[in-house]
Nanobody, 123 residues
Framework: QVRLVESGGGLVEAGGSLRLSCAASGGTFSMYYMAWFRQAPGKEREFVAHIAGATSITYYADSAKGRFTISRDNAKKTVYLQMNTLKPEDTAVYYC????????????????WGQGTQVTVSS
């Protein structure tokens, strides 16, 4: 079982940038597909970005494509989310997630989760 801990959230003005980190412990990190999700109050948990293990192939939600970049450092057992040109609608708790199996980009496909980090974008 892998433990995931997010960090890097905070308050930023619209148009600014922020980099989130997710540190993993336990398991063989390079084997895991990793992803970022977010959830705003009153809304469903929303997929943001996904990155494969050894290949590092990525996939993004339309809301993230062109602005956000997911990456990983297998030696450091860490996945990152670089967020640029932030908008107020990006405000949410951002969660790191992991899975070992193939699947779709939905929350129920990822059995392992961090506790989240708050991102607030002011207009």
């Amino acid at each position: 079982q892998v433990r995931l801990v997010e960090s890097g959230g905070g308050l930023v003005e619209a148009g600014g940038s922020l980099r989130l980190s997710c540190a993993a412990s336990g398991g063989t990190f390079s084997m895991y597909y990793m992803a970022w999700f977010r959830q705003a109050p009153g809304k469903e948990r929303e997929f943001v970005a996904h990155i494969a293990g050894a290949t590092s192939i990525t996939y993004y939600a339309d809301s993230a494509k062109g602005r956000f970049t997911i990456s990983r450092d297998n030696a450091k057992k860490t996945v990152y989310l670089q967020m640029n040109t932030l908008k107020p609608e990006d405000t949410a708790v951002y969660y790191c997630a992991a899975r070992l199996l193939r699947g779709s980009y939905t929350a129920n496909e990822y059995p392992y989760w961090g506790q989240g980090t708050q991102v607030t974008v002011s207009s």
